[in-house]
Structure formats: structure tokens, C-alpha cells
């Protein structure tokens, strides 16, 4: 393990790379190294530890400072933090792309770990960067920091990562905080995928009704995008149906006034460009998002390719009924970048994803639990969310429409709750 230190303005931050295995069934194989910085407020290096589990798939953790992210300060007058890079992310041995020119035209490539492999072996690597191996990483962070147990907070695909922990090694978890993340327990992953388009038709409708106007926009900028009219700064012209995705942002608090915003530019200009490729969900800079998002919902299944395949015909007739975070084959073949995964995607959607949600062992999870719900979210259906609160002996929802799936990110009150919620006493 090598470690550093450095402070910040009111922080001090600890480094911690270690060595892990790539499989930990196979510990003599590969190995990768795994990141994580300790986040310590002043006058807090006795306090227990909390791990922060990152939205994603391939997603970093934040990198803190002072204010930011906006919840750190209120955890931080509990907790020492501790935002561990997820494997394939940020420096724990990251897998990347890097785009070239080559007779004229861009190539991508991929970097890091899975560069000049074969196709299978660059899937069978990712088949390694899910929860499952994730939680694997955190259990050596914590013996090395040598702490018996700590709590973990995971927001979003960090909550899901949360579940797999409580599901395999719940003593290890002093507490755990769940916000917008309590996946669908032992769902087939179209029961989510199609559960999620219905709520996309009711958000793109509420969004018309507030924006009216913007209907007709979207018409007229779906029917450009099909005739090839609609580009990013790099050139990839954007589709129909990947023009569709904008609607991700219908999901997030303050999400539907920027996509107002953008749709208010005017569509030759290059702020234009810029905005939309800014607002487009899946691109290059997390490739990991795209190649891994689906089988984030996979739990012992084939994805196959899952949410376009649940998409109803009401939303495939009318083109300004927006999408979440549905992902399309297609953008692999659109995005510059995503191009470099193309194949592999394929072999990714057609692999039999392992089980990460135990019922009976969550059933058996002596951990208080935490877990904000929101009513209307967009990526994690309230209704699974709260069967599988149902299958914890120690957990309190809290059920509410007052905030979007990036609750925790827009307003403190959210994590000051929930941290509430977790010293109460257990209910008879």
C-alpha cells in the first residue's frame, strides 16, 4: 500500500493506492490498483469512517474541497470520508479511449488495461468492474485502514453497490445510507427497463405542459437530427433516437429548465453544440457508463439489449416523448469515442451477468439502513425500491416526492434526514 498525505482548507486528505486482484476468486491472476482518498475535517481524525459509493456505473468519485461535494461538510462533523475511485475509474487503474486521426478520419481506441486485447478478452476484463468486485475493493480499503466496521453511503448505482455489501458482507457495516439506490431485488431487468419508459412518458408530458412550446421544438430538432443536420463540436452527427436521451435530464432536480435553455439556442450555433453534447448521457469521457450500464440492472440475467427492447410503440411513434437512461445499440456506432466499444457492448449484452442480491442474506442483514425513495424516479422505480426495503430487518425508508433522483447533490436537508434516520431506535 503506498499512501500520501496533503491538506486543503480545512481538510486533510489521505491517498491510499493498494494492489487488488482483478477476479478475487482467482487472487494469483491479474492485479489492479485501487484508489482512495480519506477526507478528514478538523479535528477529526478519531472519527469512525464512512465510504462513499459514487453513482455510475464508471463514474469517479468527487474530488473534495471545501463546500464541494455539497454534502461532504455535514458527513464530515460525523465521519472521516472516504471516496474510493471504483475500479476502471478515475486512478484506480482507469480504462479510457483516446481518439486519433488517421487518413483524414477519427479512430478510437481504448486505453488503460484492456488496450490491444482481442474483443473477448476486453469483455471478459469488464465483466470484472461490477458491484460485486467493487465491494470486494472497499473490504480491503477498510482492513487497511484497520477499521472493524464503517458505514457506507451509496447514491444511486453506489446504492446498488450498497445492496450487494449488505447481501455479502453485512458485518462489515456499522450503517449504510441509501439514496435514490434501492435497486429491484430478483426483477427481471425488463420489468425495469419498461417501468421506466412509463415514467419517462409521464416526465416528458409534465415537462410539455409546463413548457409547451417546447414540443413543437422538439419535433422540429428530431426531424434535423434525421436528416443528419444536428452535430457535436467533433463532427458525430447525432440521431433521432439518440436526440431522444436529452430527456435524462427530466430526471434530475433543475434538470427541466437547462433542457429548456438548450432547446431555446439556436441549433446552428456552437453553444448549441456544446450544451447538447453536455446534456447527452452516454459519450466518451465515462465510456464505462455506457459499455456497463445495463447490467448494473442485471441480476443473474442476459441483458440483451434491454431498454431498447421495452421501449413502447406509443414512444417509438412520437419523437418527443423522451428517454432516461435508456441506453441504444446504436450509439455505439454514432459516438466517436463509444466506437471503440462497439463490439464489445455486444458481447456484454449477451453475457450471463452473476446474481448480486441474496433475499435470504439480506433478509438476515442486522445493519440499520437509511434509504431515501423519490416518488417519481426517474432510473430507480419507487415500487421496487420499496419491495426491497421490505426485504431489510433494519431499514427506513423515506418516502418523498419533494426531490429528484440527485437529491443528495442539490440540497443538504437530504443526507442531515437520512443520517436522522439512522440513529433512530430499531422499530418493534
Given at each position: 500500500?503506498?499512501?500520501?498525505?496533503?491538506?486543503?482548507?480545512?481538510?486533510?486528505?489521505?491517498?491510499?493506492?493498494?494492489?487488488?486482484?482483478?477476479?478475487?476468486?482467482?487472487?494469483?491472476?491479474?492485479?489492479?490498483?485501487?484508489?482512495?482518498?480519506?477526507?478528514?475535517?478538523?479535528?477529526?481524525?478519531?472519527?469512525?469512517?464512512?465510504?462513499?459509493?459514487?453513482?455510475?456505473?464508471?463514474?469517479?468519485?468527487?474530488?473534495?474541497?471545501?463546500?464541494?461535494?455539497?454534502?461532504?461538510?455535514?458527513?464530515?462533523?460525523?465521519?472521516?470520508?472516504?471516496?474510493?475511485?471504483?475500479?476502471?475509474?478515475?486512478?484506480?487503474?482507469?480504462?479510457?479511449?483516446?481518439?486519433?486521426?488517421?487518413?483524414?478520419?477519427?479512430?478510437?481506441?481504448?486505453?488503460?488495461?484492456?488496450?490491444?486485447?482481442?474483443?473477448?478478452?476486453?469483455?471478459?476484463?469488464?465483466?470484472?468492474?461490477?458491484?460485486?468486485?467493487?465491494?470486494?475493493?472497499?473490504?480491503?480499503?477498510?482492513?487497511?485502514?484497520?477499521?472493524?466496521?464503517?458505514?457506507?453511503?451509496?447514491?444511486?448505482?453506489?446504492?446498488?453497490?450498497?445492496?450487494?455489501?449488505?447481501?455479502?458482507?453485512?458485518?462489515?457495516?456499522?450503517?449504510?445510507?441509501?439514496?435514490?439506490?434501492?435497486?429491484?431485488?430478483?426483477?427481471?431487468?425488463?420489468?425495469?427497463?419498461?417501468?421506466?419508459?412509463?415514467?419517462?412518458?409521464?416526465?416528458?408530458?409534465?415537462?410539455?405542459?409546463?413548457?409547451?412550446?417546447?414540443?413543437?421544438?422538439?419535433?422540429?430538432?428530431?426531424?434535423?437530427?434525421?436528416?443528419?443536420?444536428?452535430?457535436?463540436?467533433?463532427?458525430?452527427?447525432?440521431?433521432?433516437?439518440?436526440?431522444?436521451?436529452?430527456?435524462?435530464?427530466?430526471?434530475?432536480?433543475?434538470?427541466?429548465?437547462?433542457?429548456?435553455?438548450?432547446?431555446?439556442?439556436?441549433?446552428?450555433?456552437?453553444?448549441?453544440?456544446?450544451?447538447?453534447?453536455?446534456?447527452?448521457?452516454?459519450?466518451?469521457?465515462?465510456?464505462?457508463?455506457?459499455?456497463?450500464?445495463?447490467?448494473?440492472?442485471?441480476?443473474?440475467?442476459?441483458?440483451?439489449?434491454?431498454?431498447?427492447?421495452?421501449?413502447?410503440?406509443?414512444?417509438?411513434?412520437?419523437?418527443?416523448?423522451?428517454?432516461?437512461?435508456?441506453?441504444?445499440?446504436?450509439?455505439?456506432?454514432?459516438?466517436?469515442?463509444?466506437?471503440?466499444?462497439?463490439?464489445?457492448?455486444?458481447?456484454?449484452?449477451?453475457?450471463?451477468?452473476?446474481?448480486?442480491?441474496?433475499?435470504?442474506?439480506?433478509?438476515?442483514?442486522?445493519?440499520?439502513?437509511?434509504?431515501?425513495?423519490?416518488?417519481?424516479?426517474?432510473?430507480?422505480?419507487?415500487?421496487?425500491?420499496?419491495?426491497?426495503?421490505?426485504?431489510?430487518p433494519d431499514c427506513r425508508p423515506w418516502v418523498t416526492n419533494q426531490y429528484e433522483h440527485n437529491g443528495l447533490r442539490m440540497d443538504t436537508a437530504v443526507i442531515d434526514h437520512l443520517l436522522g434516520l439512522l440513529k433512530q431506535r430499531r422499530w418493534l
Amino acid at each position: 500500500m503506498h499512501v500520501t498525505t496533503e491538506s486543503l482548507p480545512g481538510l486533510t486528505i489521505t491517498n491510499l493506492t493498494l494492489d487488488a486482484p482483478l477476479d478475487h476468486s482467482a487472487p494469483e491472476g491479474e492485479s489492479i490498483e485501487v484508489f482512495a482518498r480519506v477526507v478528514t475535517g478538523e479535528g477529526g481524525k478519531d472519527k469512525p469512517y464512512l465510504v462513499f459509493l459514487q453513482g455510475g456505473p464508471g463514474h469517479e468519485a468527487p474530488r473534495p474541497q471545501a463546500g464541494t461535494p455539497p454534502w461532504l461538510e455535514r458527513v464530515l462533523s460525523e465521519y472521516q470520508v472516504v471516496m474510493l475511485d471504483q475500479r476502471g475509474t478515475g486512478r484506480s487503474t482507469p480504462v479510457g479511449v483516446t481518439v486519433s486521426r488517421t487518413d483524414g478520419r477519427l479512430q478510437a481506441r481504448p486505453t488503460g488495461p484492456v488496450a490491444g486485447r482481442s474483443v473477448a478478452e476486453q469483455a471478459a476484463y469488464l465483466t470484472h468492474l461490477r458491484a460485486d468486485e467493487i465491494v470486494n475493493d472497499a473490504e480491503r480499503v477498510r482492513e487497511a485502514l484497520g477499521a472493524e466496521k464503517w458505514t457506507v453511503l451509496g447514491q444511486s448505482f453506489g446504492g446498488f453497490t450498497s445492496l450487494h455489501y449488505l447481501s455479502v458482507h453485512a458485518e462489515s457495516l456499522a450503517g449504510a445510507v441509501i439514496t435514490g439506490g434501492l435497486s429491484a431485488v430478483r426483477r427481471p431487468i425488463d420489468d425495469v427497463y419498461a417501468t421506466t419508459w412509463q415514467i419517462m412518458i409521464d416526465k416528458s408530458e409534465a415537462y410539455y405542459r409546463r413548457f409547451p412550446g417546447d414540443r413543437e421544438r422538439v419535433r422540429e430538432l428530431s426531424a434535423r437530427c434525421a436528416r443528419g443536420e444536428i452535430t457535436l463540436p467533433n463532427g458525430d452527427a447525432v440521431s433521432a433516437e439518440r436526440f431522444r436521451t436529452i430527456g435524462q435530464r427530466l430526471g434530475m432536480q433543475g434538470g427541466a429548465e437547462a433542457l429548456h435553455y438548450l432547446l431555446g439556442l439556436d441549433h446552428a450555433s456552437s453553444a448549441f453544440a456544446h450544451d447538447l453534447a453536455a446534456t447527452l448521457p452516454f459519450e466518451g469521457r465515462n465510456p464505462l457508463y455506457a459499455v456497463l450500464h445495463e447490467s448494473s440492472y442485471a441480476d443473474g440475467v442476459v441483458t440483451n439489449w434491454s431498454a431498447d427492447r421495452t421501449m413502447p410503440d406509443r414512444v417509438r411513434e412520437d419523437v418527443t416523448l423522451l428517454g432516461g437512461e435508456h441506453i441504444h445499440r446504436s450509439v455505439f456506432t454514432e459516438d466517436t469515442e463509444l466506437g471503440a466499444f462497439a463490439e464489445v457492448a455486444d458481447v456484454l449484452a449477451a453475457h450471463q451477468w452473476n446474481q448480486l442480491y441474496f433475499p435470504e442474506r439480506l433478509a438476515q442483514a442486522d445493519v440499520p439502513v437509511a434509504a431515501s425513495v423519490y416518488y417519481a424516479d426517474a432510473f430507480v422505480p419507487h415500487e421496487f425500491s420499496m419491495e426491497t426495503a421490505a426485504l431489510l430487518p433494519d431499514c427506513r425508508p423515506w418516502v418523498t416526492n419533494q426531490y429528484e433522483h440527485n437529491g443528495l447533490r442539490m440540497d443538504t436537508a437530504v443526507i442531515d434526514h437520512l443520517l436522522g434516520l439512522l440513529k433512530q431506535r430499531r422499530w418493534l
